[in-house]
């Protein structure tokens, strides 16, 4: 039986570049391979106090977000 191993070809060379505070987050998507940005963007959040209330809104945006989703 021939199993086939991930080669160079099938790797993905992408960073993701995440930047995080109490009133937006943004992201990037960097090929390492070019150097070039693929995909570039940003969330406000809402204004709260409630570190809790941020805390699910950030994971939510997350899960809510395909390119964030992808491998």
């Known amino acids: 039986m021939l199993t086939s ?3 160079i070809l099938d790797k993905k060379y ?3 570049i995440l ?3 109490l ?3 943004s992201f990037c ?3 390492t391979l070019s150097n ?3 995909t570039i ?3 406000t959040l809402k204004k709260s106090n409630n570190l809790n209330e941020i805390e699910e809104e950030i994971i939510s945006f997350i899960r809510k977000t395909p390119i964030l989703q992808s491998k």
Do not use: D, M, Y
């Open 19 to 21: 930047q995080i505070s």
């Open 14 to 16: 992408i960073k993701l």
């Open 41 to 43: 963007g940003n969330f």
């Open 5 to 7: 191993s991930p080669t």
């Open 29 to 31: 998507i960097l090929n």
């Open 23 to 25: 009133s937006e987050i």
């Open 36 to 38: 070039a940005v693929e």
